[in-house]
């Protein structure tokens, strides 16, 4: 049973990082896709980028492009959501899950493994 747990959210100000963790145990994440996802108060879940093991990544949010960049560090079975330039907008619930395919998904849906999340607040 994969196990996913997600660090390093926390209170930042506009303009700064964060690089966001997520960490997998119980299986190997060679054979998952992982999806990087994010909650806003009051709103629903949606994507925000995803990776493949072979360091394909894809964007879904517009809002994110040129700030936000996904990574793997597969030999310690971690996977990096380095958030950059934040904005007050990118505030929330910063979730990754875990997809047993080769192919990314922005639907949620599609995701079997879903990690606790950790807490993103960008405010002055």
């Known amino acids: 049973q994969l196990q996913l747990v997600e660090s390093g959210g926390g209170l930042v100000q506009p303009g700064g990082s964060l690089r966001l963790s997520c960490a997998a145990s119980?299986?190997?994440?060679?054979?998952?896709?992982i999806g990087w996802f994010r909650q806003a108060p009051g709103k629903e879940r949606e994507a925000v980028s995803c990776?493949?093991?072979?360091?394909?990544?894809?964007d879904y949010l517009y809002s994110v492009r040129g700030r936000f960049f996904s990574s793997g560090a597969y030999a310690e079975n971690t996977v990096y959501l380095q958030a950059n330039n934040l904005k007050p907008e990118d505030t929330g619930v910063y979730y990754c899950?875990?997809?047993?395919?080769?192919?990314?998904?922005?639907?949620?849906?599609?995701?079997?493994?879903w990690g606790q999340g950790t807490q993103v607040t960008v405010s002055s």
């Open positions: 990776i493949v093991r072979n360091g394909g990544t894809t």
């Open positions: 899950a875990a997809r047993m395919h080769f192919r990314c998904s922005g639907n949620a849906d599609d995701y079997d493994d």
């Open positions: 119980g299986s190997t994440l060679d054979y998952y896709v």
